[in-house]
């Protein structure tokens, strides 16, 4: 039997759906804004609001962005820079997630906290340093230098998340395996990632975005021209007197920002599946 929306019940629900409205307009506006921005003339800005439309949808200014902008470029650096770092993040941080929480060994615990005390330590702190090793080591004019440190910074997170997530999987399941007569490889490759792998889809996910939006690390160790990557790229659309072309900057925002919500978007239920798989005890 229907229920039936009675007066009462939608009174009760106006203010829910104005709070839920006011949610939706917060935040489609400042893609709206972005996206009507890409497509406004140089005279536009100059003359008129910010929050005005345009009066002329200018589409070269995409065209601008991918070719003067050197946006090809960029994504492709960005791209080797962050999918390397991203394999080496997951395969040694689920790995060692696993070590550290399924595997009995003593001092497993200072192991841990002697990794998670990376996430204490300031990124600005160990730039100096690092360059001089990587100029030592002559790998300087590659995307190496991008890659190692990437894999470093982001190694601590991802193995407190793991060891959380496999804290969730009940130690049962392993103890069976091993009468059985599985190996801890196996054990690891057939039951462990398997049962992880919306959490791994999460914790790729999430390191994914802050290394693709990273700044600092790529204008240090990546500023020649050629080995630029996506956020770096975008400080060459200023001008000779530091005057900015706004409309092929925000035509190239879009661009970067788009690929990357359409990628949210699709993994978007693997993403909360993940999220919520370490917060239950099996």
């Not at 070269?60 to 090809?72: E, F, I, K, P, Q």
């Not at 300031?122 to 790998?139: D, E, K, V």
């Not at 991802?158 to 049962?172: C, D, L, N, W």
């Amino acid at each position: 039997m229907s229920r039936r929306l009675t007066p009462l019940k939608v009174v009760k629900k106006i203010p829910t759906w104005i709070v839920i409205a006011f949610l939706f307009f917060i935040e489609l506006y400042p893609l709206f804004w972005l996206f009507m921005s890409s497509l406004k003339s140089r005279d536009e800005y100059l003359n008129k609001p910010a929050w005005s439309l345009p009066t002329e949808l200018v589409w070269g200014n995409y065209a601008t962005a991918w070719t003067d902008g050197n946006l090809a470029v960029t994504i492709r650096n960005s791209m080797l820079a962050t999918l390397p770092s991203l394999l080496f993040i997951i395969v040694l941080g689920v790995a060692a997630g696993f070590a550290l929480e399924v595997m009995v060994f003593r001092g497993r615990n200072a192991v841990l906290l002697t990794i998670l005390a990376g996430i204490m330590i300031p990124g600005q702190m160990i730039l100096l340093p690092l360059f001089t090793i990587y100029s030592n080591l002559h790998i300087t004019g590659t995307l190496w230098p991008l890659i190692l440190t990437y894999t470093a910074c982001g190694l601590p997170l991802t193995v407190f998340m793991m060891a959380t997530y496999f804290r969730a999987i009940p130690r049962e399941i392993f103890e069976a395996a091993t009468i059985d007569g599985a190996s801890i490889l196996r054990s690891f490759r057939a039951i462990a990632f398997p049962m992880v792998r919306n959490a791994i889809v999460t914790v790729a996910l999430v390191q994914f975005f802050l290394i693709w939006n990273d700044l600092l690390l790529a204008i240090t160790f990546a500023n020649n021209k050629n080995l630029q990557t996506v956020q770096a790229g975008l400080l060459t659309f200023s001008g000779q007197f530091g005057s900015l072309d706004y409309g092929p900057l925000f035509a190239a925002i879009c661009i970067t920002t788009g690929g990357l919500l359409i990628i949210y978007l699709f993994l978007n239920q693997r993403i909360m599946k993940g999220l919520t798989a370490g917060s239950l005890k099996g």
